[in-house]
């Protein structure tokens, strides 16, 4: 049984996989998820001590052992409405004011895994899980005014837009090695692609023009590790940690002139902590930190407000932020077969308001999370999983880059989203 429903689950990875590039996708804290199992989607992303469902250890590998023999699938209908909304301040203002709505509002992003105990203390899995990006499509192009503001600058072809992708496979090991304490390691492999056109007013500021804009999907290969820890301290108490490294990724060569550090882009590194508390048998309540350290990565993290060419090492970024994300989960085992649940969600500001004009191409200024969901056991051996994500709307307010001529010209931008996730897992 257990072979056959292995070999399964990795054809399942490997198509999932497919699909995962067949639509470009869009995140939640930044650009990354607010949870990869469906289980902790219900619980707006905790549950780091719980090990619910097949693609839990892609979280946390250590509750690998508190998994058992499972595997399964999930898909997500994600729809996120960006709006940018560009005003006439005083002085210049070279950005065509108006209000730009991206189009595109409606993306799939699957999963799937499989985990096995080898004996009653070690257990090993695999997961394939996706990151959206920085996904954005405006029709009309809000840089279209900049080339009549200076002729020198390129005139900007519409539509504009970036799209970012990442796609990551992870092969899980855990082991118990004291009694209620495991620890867990995972070897993550990523791959990511991104898109950017509409652009080119940018090129006369980088260090290599015809790596700017409009050179189709480029690709980027790398990985990392994944490491985790999980302390059922009794009945009542668990606690959690894992840590994600940096994933060293090979360069968008397409688009070393416009990213920093010649477009070098590394996935940051992540740490989390969760902790959970069972009042009752069938009751429990998680609370999880997470910070996500997007400053260290420099196409990432990068002030744009440097005089500095586009794709140097010291270049313009999008000024991204280390990120704090704190979640509140609960879930209620309401029979045998019937487990619903919810959680809440809040993350820090990624940027700062005057750093605004790079990221109409990537407002991730989502704060606020409220989630719901449930799981059915419909036969012994399989579970349908479900979750709902209403993501806030958000509106960040601030300024164009004065470096690009942009004077103090306001920017507003705007993001909401709404997540729908269905998985079914098989238990044996």
């Given at each position: 049984m257990f072979s056959k429903s292995w070999r399964g689950v990795l054809a399942l990875a490997c198509a999932t996989g497919a699909a995962a590039w067949s639509h470009p996708a869009f995140a939640t804290n930044g650009y990354f998820v607010n949870g990869f199992d469906v289980t902790q989607q219900g619980t707006a992303g905790a549950g780091l001590t719980e090990g619910d469902g097949p693609v839990?250890?892609?979280?946390?590998?250590?509750?690998?052992?508190?998994?058992?023999?499972?595997?399964?699938?999930?898909?997500?209908?994600?729809?996120?409405y960006r709006k940018a909304e560009v005003g006439t301040g005083s002085g210049t203002n070279p950005l065509t004011p108006g209000e730009y709505s991206s189009k595109d509002n409606l993306f799939l992003i699957p999963c799937a895994g499989?985990?096995?105990?080898?004996?009653?203390?070690?257990?090993?899995?695999?997961?394939?899980?996706?990151?959206?990006?920085?996904?954005?499509?405006?029709?009309?192009?809000?840089?279209?005014?900049?080339h009549t503001f200076n002729p020198g600058f390129a005139a900007a072809s519409s539509p504009l837009g970036v799209n970012l992708q990442q796609a990551f496979v992870s092969f899980n090991g855990a082991r118990t090695i004291a009694d209620g304490f495991s620890i867990g390691l995972a070897p993550v492999f990523a791959v990511q692609s991104i898109r950017a056109y509409g652009l080119e007013p940018f090129e006369g500021a980088?260090?290599?023009?015809?790596?700017?804009?409009?050179?189709?999907?480029?690709?980027?290969?790398?990985?990392?590790l994944r490491l985790g820890g999980v302390w059922d301290a009794n009945r009542w108490v668990s606690m959690a940690a894992a840590y994600q490294t940096r994933m060293w990724m090979s360069s968008f060569h397409k688009y070393s002139g416009l990213f920093a550090d010649s477009a070098k882009f590394d996935i940051p590194p992540e740490l989390s902590l969760g902790s959970t508390i069972r009042p009752t048998k069938g009751v429990a309540v998680m609370f999880d930190y997470q910070r996500i350290f997007y400053s260290q990565v420099a196409a990432i993290g990068n002030t744009e407000l440097t005089t500095a060419q586009l794709g140097?090492?010291?270049?313009?970024?999008?000024?991204?932020?280390?990120m704090n994300v704190y979640h509140i989960g609960a879930k209620w085992n309401a029979t045998d077969a019937l487990t619903l649940r919810t959680g809440w969600s809040y993350a820090t500001d990624i940027f700062n308001p005057n750093e605004a004009e790079f990221n109409l191409i990537s407002p991730g200024v989502i704060k606020q999370h409220v989630s719901v969901g449930a799981s059915y056991k419909f036969a012994p051996h399989w579970t349908l999983d479900g979750a709902y994500t209403h993501a806030f709307a958000n509106t960040v307010n601030g300024l164009g880059n004065p470096n690009f001529y942009s004077g103090s010209q306001p920017i507003g931008l705007e993001l909401s989203e709404e997540i729908a996730t269905a998985g079914i897992s098989y238990r044996w």
């Open positions: 839990s250890s892609a979280e946390n590998p250590a509750v690998g052992v508190k998994m058992g023999n499972v595997a399964g699938a999930c898909m997500s209908a994600f729809l996120p499989a985990n096995t105990l080898v004996n009653d203390k070690t257990a090993v899995g695999v997961s394939l899980v996706a990151n959206g990006g920085m996904e954005t499509y405006y029709s009309q192009n809000p840089f279209a005014g900049m980088s260090q290599n023009a015809g790596s700017v804009t409009g050179n189709g999907d480029d690709w980027s290969f790398g990985g990392g140097t090492p010291n270049g313009p970024g999008f000024g991204w932020k280390d």
